[in-house]
């Protein structure tokens, strides 16, 4: 079974490595403007569906397991996309002070065979209240631009946190984990057996 990761976010793909399982990195190709649901669960179970899809399309080897994710941030149901620059970034970290901000992981397996999981894990931080300064100070150090929400939660990102509620951090990271192996036992592969 080739497994495959439709992403090229480096954070997801170093997540997988944790599970010690042996992977290919596939770019899906995938248009995720052609979404605009506004509940952010349907759209990140839409979204790693659609990843899913897309690089199943494009003739990987096989047998093969895909493995699409992807997060959305909300911020009371208004969802945060990527912000992209500072000054977006910088918008989005002040409406946040002091707030809770739900983080939403939609993950999909799906195999050459038609067998297909989509599940979806959430996570929730809430941000301390931060001064202009120091979100300043911090979007400077870190630029997180590419990040939902502003933040990398695995890196200086943890500084602005107050607070978290969730069973597995790497959710809030980009792949949870713990719902990936409870996904692989479901398709029959136990990671434990698995890693060499």
Same mark, same amino acid.
């Given at each position: 079974?080739?497994? %495959?990761?439709?992403?090229?976010?480096?954070?997801?793909?170093?997540?997988?490595?944790?599970?010690?399982?042996?992977?290919?990195?596939?770019?899906?190709?995938?248009?995720?403007?052609?979404?605009?649901?506004?509940?952010?669960?349907?759209?990140?179970? #839409?979204?790693?569906?659609?990843?899913?899809?897309?690089?199943?399309?494009? /003739?990987?080897?096989?047998?093969?397991?895909? %493995?699409?994710?992807?997060?959305?941030?909300?911020?009371?149901?208004? %969802?945060?996309?990527?912000?992209?620059?500072?000054?977006?970034?910088?918008?989005?970290?002040?409406?946040?002070?002091?707030?809770?901000?739900?983080?939403?992981?939609?993950?999909?397996?799906?195999?050459?065979?038609?067998?297909?999981?989509? #599940?979806?894990?959430?996570?929730?931080?809430?941000?301390?209240?931060?001064?202009?300064?120091?979100?300043? #100070?911090?979007?400077?150090?870190?630029?997180?631009?590419?990040?939902?929400? /502003?933040?990398?939660?695995? /890196?200086?990102?943890?500084?602005?946190?107050?607070?978290?509620?969730?069973?597995?951090?790497?959710?809030?990271?980009?792949?949870?984990?713990?719902?990936?192996?409870?996904?692989?036992?479901?398709?029959?592969?136990?990671?434990?057996?698995?890693?060499?």
């Amino acid at each position: 079974m080739n497994l %495959i990761l439709a992403s090229t976010s480096p954070y997801r793909a170093k997540l997988l490595e944790n599970l010690r399982l042996p992977f290919q990195i596939l770019d899906p190709q995938f248009d995720e403007s052609c979404h605009v649901e506004q509940d952010p669960t349907d759209r990140c179970l #839409r979204l790693a569906e659609g990843k899913a899809r897309a690089a199943a399309g494009q /003739s990987p080897q096989t047998p093969y397991l895909i %493995i699409a994710s992807d997060q959305v941030a909300s911020l009371r149901g208004a %969802i945060l996309h990527k912000p992209g620059n500072f000054d977006r970034a910088f918008e989005q970290l002040a409406a946040c002070r002091g707030q809770w901000v739900d983080f939403n992981t939609g993950l999909c397996l799906l195999s050459n065979e038609g067998f297909m999981l989509t #599940r979806t894990e959430g996570f929730a931080i809430r941000f301390r209240n931060l001064t202009d300064t120091q979100i300043t #100070r911090y979007l400077n150090l870190e630029q997180p631009y590419d990040c939902a929400g /502003s933040i990398k939660a695995e /890196s200086l990102g943890i500084v602005v946190l107050d607070d978290t509620r969730g069973r597995d951090l790497n959710t809030l990271l980009g792949l949870p984990l713990m719902l990936l192996t409870e996904m692989l036992a479901e398709a029959g592969i136990d990671v434990l057996n698995k890693i060499n």
